[in-house]
């Protein structure tokens, strides 16, 4: 896809040099001081893209990729690698787009990329980190307005409003957000036995509808010596779908209907208090964050025969109740001029209620089913503790090391009456080695924790695939040692080239296990022992001046080969729902004089996999390419239009089936398409 954006890019320049499109002067990146690994992009080298907030300005950074958070155990993890004024977000539930959004372009002065010693303490998780520096203006605000059609011609609302300002010594801001989309996805599938003979086939349709709003806010002021910042969120979501699947025989005979509606809500209230404060010679920083969930579904599955009479009902209903308590200290202190120390204690609290109902009607009444691990209260208390420390001999080097370890105890209650104690050590060693002004390479080893997920801890029905997505309270936290090389290089002012190679070696991976007494068996996630990873990360920021006035090519792409042993099979295959390959090319161009630009965007995944003991689930997105042009014509507007999946790639999904279980011989494989279609995005956006 590089290569046709290039090509269309190319086509284009003559046209754009004919017209006399001046190629403009952009500014480049500030270099560095001396000893220092940050590169500082000002405000002026973001003028070209007439950026409106400064998520606008984060998507323009060469060499860098927003990252909302990592699935690894605790806050400083899982809230990103973008600070704000050089504070962290105190924040969980809400998304770092979302917070850069309240942010106008106006009041940014410069995004600054911290790398290697520069990113250590508490978010050495990222090798890079954006800055975003504001100027202590009076206040302003940005705003934008739009709206999508898809394939019901129904325009589906969006947009944001927000505001920054400052009462006295008071600064606040405030924001209001909200997304829909009204879509459609109809499909088809082929059913065949072992033998490749037809079953039947069955055709799908999928309208569904999704509305999302947040209301948020900060307040901040100087208080008890230091400075002290309160947040908050709400937010509700609604989702719905109705299915309906017609199956036919393989002459084409209608033979039965399913229609499976499904309906969930969640609703979520955050709010988070975080004080800083000199304290001695040190930098004192406690934060506290409470976040609230609150979910809820519905399914049914209704099936009837051709002449459209009852044959069975399913309904399930799910209620879940979330709870999140963070409290957090962390001192940091320069002991000289080329030692710093930053060390850290989290504690945590938290807690999930789920009461799951499944009746089953095949036409004397509904009765209910009892579904393992399903009516489940979790709860875990957990204690962090880290201490770093960067030693920098000179200007060109820096050494990092870090000790972590935690201790946690998870009980559980209802379906399951158990609990169990946790405790891990999390090492790290970071080399980093300044090339010229602005160019870097490092060498890591480290241990981590992931994330525990805890739904994977209770159980649902899949009504649609006709399987129990079952809970496991006996699954652990998956652990790995990782050793990385990386190297982030930056040239031509524009340019950069970010690539890190890595392996992980990985314990207890989180995979799918078989639970449940023989006839009565189901999947559930679970760890299946030691799985290898190599893999490769790069982020290319390539300017085109030289042949393309205001053209630009960006190109961010993951590649890697996980491999784990197949527990009942005994063979290496890839980790099950471990997504291997990713790659996103963008090209644009800034025709500045003619205050409009234009650009492509590709964004493919490769497939991913579900090894349930009987099932092999393969399943792909579909590719995506968009085109969009935006115009700042019409000042101080900018219109912008996108037309998306113009390839109109369907969604790829392939269900082999096995009797008894993997080991036996195919009984039957299901292979469907499901189709997106197009649709058009449009907005207007704005500052005041």
Do not use: C
Request: hydrophobic share 40%.
């Amino acid at each position: 896809m590089n290569k046709v954006a290039a090509l269309i890019a190319l086509a284009m320049a003559p046209a754009a040099r004919a017209q006399g499109v001046p190629v403009p002067d952009v500014p480049t990146a500030q270099a560095p001081s001396a000893g220092e690994a940050r590169v500082a992009y000002d405000a002026a080298f973001y003028a070209q893209f007439s950026p409106r907030t400064a998520l606008d300005m984060i998507g323009r950074t060469p060499g860098f990729t927003l990252a909302e958070g990592a699935e690894r155990r605790g806050f400083s993890g899982a809230v990103g690698n973008v600070l704000i004024d050089g504070e962290r977000a105190i924040a969980k539930s809400q998304t770092l787009a979302d917070i850069l959004q309240r942010i106008p372009a106006a009041q940014v002065v410069r995004i600054e990329l911290l790398r290697g010693a520069q990113a250590a303490g508490d978010a050495s998780g990222f090798a890079i980190i954006a800055n975003v520096v504001r100027t202590h203006s009076a206040g302003g605000g940005a705003w934008s307005l739009g709206y999508e059609i898809a394939q019901q011609h129904a325009p589906a609302p969006n947009g944001f409003l927000a505001w920054n300002g400052r009462i006295g010594t008071t600064d606040y801001g405030l924001g209001l957000n909200g997304y829909s989309l009204l879509r459609e996805l109809p499909g088809d599938r082929e059913i065949v036995d072992g033998s490749g003979a037809p079953i039947a086939t069955r055709i799908e349709t999928s309208p569904r509808s999704f509305f999302e709003i947040a209301v948020n806010g900060e307040v901040g002021r100087q208080v008890l010596g230091g400075r002290s910042r309160l947040t908050g969120q709400a937010y509700r979501s609604h989702y719905h779908q109705d299915n309906a699947l017609l199956t036919f025989s393989p002459a084409g005979m209608r033979t039965e209907r399913e229609l499976d509606p499904f309906t969930e809500n969640k609703r979520t209230l955050e709010a988070g208090l975080e004080h800083e404060r000199r304290l001695g010679g040190s930098d004192l920083n406690l934060a506290a964050l409470v976040t609230r969930t609150r979910y809820d579904s519905a399914v049914e599955s209704l099936r009837s025969d051709a002449d459209d009479s009852f044959i069975s009902r399913f309904t399930q209903t799910i209620e879940r109740e979330n709870g999140e308590t963070i409290l957090r200290a962390t001192l940091a202190r320069d002991l000289s001029p080329r030692h710093r120390i930053e060390a850290g204690v989290e504690g945590a609290l938290n807690t999930q209620d789920q009461a799951l109902v499944l009746t089953f009607d095949f036409g004397t009444g509904p009765f209910p089913i009892p579904v393992p691990n399903s009516n489940l209260k979790v709860e875990e208390l957990r204690g962090d503790a880290y201490v770093v420390h960067t030693w920098r001999p000179d200007s060109r080097w820096s050494l990092e090391t870090r000790l972590a370890g935690e201790l946690s105890n998870l009980s559980f209650s209802g379906d399951a009456s158990q609990s169990v104690s946790l405790s891990y050590l999390k090492p790290s060693i970071q080399i980093t080695r300044n090339l010229g002004g602005q160019n870097q390479v490092r060498a890591r080893l480290f241990r981590d924790v992931s994330q525990l997920d805890f739904t994977d801890f209770v159980s649902r029905a899949s009504l649609s695939d006709d399987i129990i997505e079952g809970g496991n309270p006996d699954l652990r936290p998956q652990t790995s040692w990782q050793a990385e090389i990386a190297a982030d290089l930056r040239f031509g002012g524009q340019g950069a080239l970010s690539v890190t190679a890595y392996r992980q070696w990985i314990s207890d991976t989180v995979d799918l296990v078989t639970l449940g007494p023989p006839g009565a068996r189901f999947d559930a996630p679970g760890n299946i022992g030691d799985a290898r990873v190599w893999g490769m990360d790069v982020s290319l920021t390539l300017p085109l001046q030289r042949i393309i006035p205001g053209g630009s090519l960006t190109v961010d792409g993951t590649w890697r080969d996980a491999r784990v042993t197949d527990p009942l099979t005994g063979a290496r295959r890839i980790i099950s729902d471990y997504e291997e390959d990713e790659l996103t090319v963008e090209f644009r161009q800034d025709l500045t004089a003619r205050r409009f630009a234009w650009g492509l965007k590709y964004e493919v995944e490769s497939a991913e996999f579900l090894y349930r003991f009987n099932e092999i689930d393969r399943s792909r997105d579909a590719p995506n390419l968009e085109a969009w042009i935006e115009t700042t014509a019409l000042q101080p507007l900018k219109l912008r239009l996108t037309l998306v999946s113009l390839l109109s790639t369907p969604e790829r999904r392939e269900r082999t089936f096995f009797t008894p279980d993997r080991t036996g011989a195919i009984d039957r494989i299901e292979r469907s398409e499901q189709h997106p279609g197009q649709w058009l995005l449009m907005s207007v956006s704005g500052n005041f």
